[in-house]
């Protein structure tokens, strides 16, 4: 609701004034998206800065998180930002971290009026840096874009929130809900396109998680194999209590070039963990759930939380899709069904609940729905 009153105060400007706002902060939010994936702890930031109506220079969040959108835009700009327009997707920051704060940059580099989709919730910002532009002289209108960049952000805002990553569930499902053969056996359930699909999303997001299930059954590598974008791949991250991950798997057998975490159980034998160190993976250790025989998953995502994930691919299997549905640990489903069914041996997609958990649940409404080909995307979020 606060986003819709934000953007209403818009309905004030001219048609043409606001019309060129909305062209600008749409562009930024579109930079802005270049970095996901790639820019954690930070938030992916798209920043445009116009001059008279023309772009002069454009920012986005930088790989690793620096440099911020706003001084790489402000660089191409050079003496253009003088006397300009800035158009940011997320509040500029106001605090000292690895780098100095944006809102400085701003001030320094003589920008007229700032148009910021919206606040930070980080308490280090949290309205501080709009504040500091408003104190310099520049005109802040904040609002505009503000239910889209709330949607990219949202895995910043969960970290800094809730302490966890915004978690995506991924489930590619057969014509009568099952995403596997008998025995657990893997079958193409989807075609090209839906796995192109896929693919890309891991490149959007900064770690995907499986079970040691998956991990036994299918021995996938997780990495982004899209032409061009394998160093996009995100972090990699099993959840196995008893480390029975093999050394021979292509997870193991990678992690020295793209990072492999897995989650293990205190009680799991150390042994096991040392030859996982040895081949390059990360081995985190949770104590024993008090509710089931696996790991208790808050505990993962509060600690993926700390180590800078803020948008967490959960792909499988069956049981893990399930723990985390049941859990209400979902923020977004990305639901690909295939056009034929597998049958009733099959492994059903939720294990033991039904997918009407997820496309008839409370709490997740339809965002989005279209076809790839034969097969079909449905995006389901909390509203």
């Known amino acids: 609701m606060i986003f819709r009153i934000l953007e209403d105060q818009y309905a004030q400007k001219s048609?043409?004034?606001?019309?060129?706002?909305?062209?600008?902060?749409?562009?930024?939010?579109?930079?802005?998206?270049?970095?996901?994936?790639?820019?954690?702890?930070?938030?992916?930031?798209?920043?445009?800065?116009v001059q008279d109506g023309v772009v002069v220079g454009r920012g986005w969040t930088q790989a690793g998180g620096r440099p911020h959108a706003e001084p790489e835009a402000l660089r191409r700009a050079g003496e253009a930002a003088r006397g300009a327009t800035l158009y940011v997707t997320l509040e500029p920051c106001s605090h000292f971290g690895k780098s100095p704060p944006c809102a400085d940059a701003v001030i320094a580099a003589g920008i007229a009026r700032v148009v910021s989709a919206i606040e930070d919730p980080n308490p280090e910002v949290a309205g501080q840096g709009h504040a500091r532009l408003r104190a310099a002289g520049i005109t802040v209108d904040i609002g505009l874009g503000a239910l889209e960049a709330a949607h990219d952000h949202a895995g910043h805002f969960r970290r800094?929130?809730?302490?966890?990553?915004?978690?995506?569930?991924?489930?590619?499902?057969?014509?009568?809900?099952?995403?596997?053969?008998a025995g657990r056996r893997p079958v193409a359930i989807t075609g090209e396109a839906a796995r192109a699909r896929v693919h890309l999303l891991r490149a959007q997001c900064d770690a995907v998680l499986v079970g040691i299930g998956t991990v036994i059954a299918d021995d996938p590598l997780l990495t982004c194999r899209l032409p061009g974008m394998e160093p996009r791949s995100p972090v990699r991250v099993v959840l196995d209590p008893r480390l029975r991950i093999s050394g021979t798997s292509r997870l193991v057998h990678t992690a020295r070039e793209t990072p492999l975490w897995v989650m293990a159980s205190e009680l799991a034998e150390a042994p096991a963990a040392m030859k996982l160190g040895a081949a390059?993976?990360?081995?985190?250790?949770?104590?024993?759930?008090?509710?089931?025989?696996?790991?208790?998953?808050?505990?993962?995502?509060?600690?993926?939380?700390?180590?800078?994930?803020?948008?967490?691919?959960?792909?499988?299997?069956?049981?893990?899709a399930s723990s985390f549905v049941a859990a209400g640990l979902v923020d977004e489903v990305r639901l690909l069904r295939g056009p034929d069914p597998i049958g009733t041996d099959g492994i059903a997609a939720l294990d033991?609940?039904?997918?009407?958990?997820?496309?008839?649940?409370?709490?997740?409404?339809?965002?989005?729905?279209?076809?790839?080909?034969?097969?079909?995307?449905?995006?389901?979020?909390?509203?």
């Open 15 to 49: 048609k043409d004034a606001k019309a060129a706002d909305q062209r600008f902060m749409a562009l930024a939010l579109a930079l802005g998206r270049r970095g996901q994936g790639r820019t954690w702890p930070n938030p992916a930031v798209g920043a445009v800065v």
């Open 160 to 181: 800094v929130r809730d302490k966890r990553p915004h978690v995506i569930l991924k489930l590619a499902v057969s014509s009568d809900d099952k995403i596997a053969a």
């Open 280 to 320: 390059g993976a990360q081995v985190i250790r949770f104590a024993p759930s008090k509710t089931s025989s696996g790991l208790d998953l808050p505990a993962v995502l509060h600690a993926l939380a700390e180590k800078g994930i803020t948008r967490l691919l959960v792909e499988g299997g069956a049981r893990v």
């Open 352 to 383: 033991a609940l039904s997918l009407s958990a997820i496309t008839q649940s409370p709490a997740l409404k339809v965002r989005a729905s279209e076809r790839l080909e034969n097969d079909t995307l449905t995006i389901y979020e909390r509203p």
